[in-house]
């Protein structure tokens, strides 16, 4: 068991940054501000990016800069700055190139059903972060467990981000949080993209970030064991999830909420 994975099943722990790679300058802005924000409160920060949206709503979404860039530049701000990352997969072959870099290999929510994508994940013997769908309970994340652990994999994580209840929305069932703790796996709240409204900004994602603090208290209130919060310096100026981005000079704020409960 990797050190990191023990720190993270005995202290609250956060995984910020860019819903995507936009600029290698945004990545360095944003990872100085999560390590000051590491060593100050002294709590395990993860840097997360993502090197490829492939599941955007247009086919004229910005998608980042691909695979093997955008794993170089993943690397540099490891390297830099001494911070665990994380990064998501959409393809099985993508699994192994990306563990030469990541902490921790994050499945999306919409692809959390995918045999050999979780298989693939799991294998590398890497921390996997399996996000639950949307259209699953958390109850029902007891069958991508499985998969991951059939390879003998323990080192898992689980992802609560709401349920679709209609169009273009999401709630969250808190519940769902102690659910999936009954696994015996550490259980994280992404508070950013519960406040998502799909596909509703005429072909873009839309969202509420003014809720982003309050996803973050609840889920403390339910037992949740780490937070998930996509970061930008401008979200309004984001390639990607904008609007449920939260402004990095916030994220302090609410980091404080958290630590002071």
Same mark, same amino acid.
């Given at each position: 068991?990797?050190?990191?994975?023990?720190?993270?099943?005995?202290?609250?722990?956060?995984?910020? *940054?860019?819903?995507?790679?936009?600029? $290698?300058?945004?990545?360095?802005?944003?990872?100085?501000?999560?390590?000051?924000?590491?060593?100050?409160?002294?709590?395990?920060?993860?840097?997360?990016?993502?090197?490829?949206?492939?599941?955007?709503? /247009?086919?004229?979404?910005?998608?980042?800069? *691909?695979?093997?860039?955008? &794993?170089?530049?993943?690397?540099?701000?490891?390297?830099?700055?001494?911070?665990?990352?994380?990064? +998501?997969?959409?393809?099985?072959?993508?699994?192994?190139?990306?563990?030469?870099?990541?902490?921790?290999?994050?499945?999306?929510?919409?692809? /959390?059903?995918? #045999?050999?994508?979780?298989?693939?994940?799991?294998? @590398?013997?890497?921390?996997?972060?399996?996000?639950?769908?949307?259209?699953? /309970?958390?109850?029902?994340?007891?069958?991508?467990?499985?998969?991951?652990?059939?390879?003998?994999?323990?080192?898992?994580?689980?992802?609560?981000?709401?349920?679709?209840?209609?169009?273009?929305?999401?709630?969250?069932?808190?519940?769902?949080? $102690?659910?999936?703790?009954?696994?015996?796996? $550490?259980? &994280?709240?992404?508070? #950013?993209?519960?406040?998502?409204?799909?596909?509703?900004?005429? *072909?873009? @994602?839309?969202?509420?970030?003014?809720?982003?603090? /309050?996803?973050?208290?609840?889920?403390? !209130?339910? *037992? !949740?064991?780490?937070?998930?919060?996509?970061?930008?310096? +401008?979200?309004?100026?984001?390639?990607?999830?904008? $609007?449920?981005?939260?402004?990095?000079?916030?994220?302090?704020?609410?980091?404080?909420?958290?630590?002071?409960?």
């Amino acid at each position: 068991m990797s050190k990191l994975y023990q720190q993270l099943q005995s202290s609250p722990f956060l995984i910020a *940054g860019p819903c995507v790679i936009e600029t $290698p300058e945004i990545l360095h802005e944003i990872a100085t501000e999560l390590k000051r924000l590491q060593e100050k409160y002294n709590i395990p920060i993860i840097f997360k990016a993502s090197f490829d949206k492939a599941n955007r709503t /247009s086919i004229h979404s910005f998608r980042g800069p *691909g695979l093997e860039k955008g &794993i170089a530049i993943l690397k540099e701000i490891k390297e830099t700055y001494q911070l665990p990352i994380t990064t +998501d997969i959409h393809e099985a072959h993508q699994a192994e190139k990306v563990a030469e870099v990541a902490d921790i290999i994050q499945i999306p929510a919409f692809l /959390s059903r995918q #045999t050999d994508l979780i298989v693939a994940a799991a294998q @590398t013997h890497k921390i996997v972060n399996i996000k639950k769908a949307q259209f699953l /309970s958390g109850v029902d994340m007891q069958h991508p467990l499985e998969k991951a652990t059939s390879t003998g994999n323990k080192q898992l994580l689980l992802t609560e981000r709401g349920n679709l209840y209609g169009y273009n929305n999401l709630v969250v069932d808190f519940r769902n949080i $102690p659910d999936m703790k009954a696994f015996g796996y $550490p259980v &994280i709240m992404d508070c #950013t993209h519960a406040v998502q409204r799909p596909g509703a900004a005429n *072909g873009k @994602t839309g969202g509420n970030r003014e809720f982003v603090p /309050s996803m973050a208290l609840a889920a403390k !209130a339910f *037992g !949740a064991d780490g937070y998930f919060m996509e970061v930008h310096p +401008d979200p309004e100026q984001g390639l990607s999830d904008g $609007p449920n981005m939260l402004y990095l000079r916030d994220l302090e704020g609410v980091l404080v909420q958290l630590l002071e409960l």
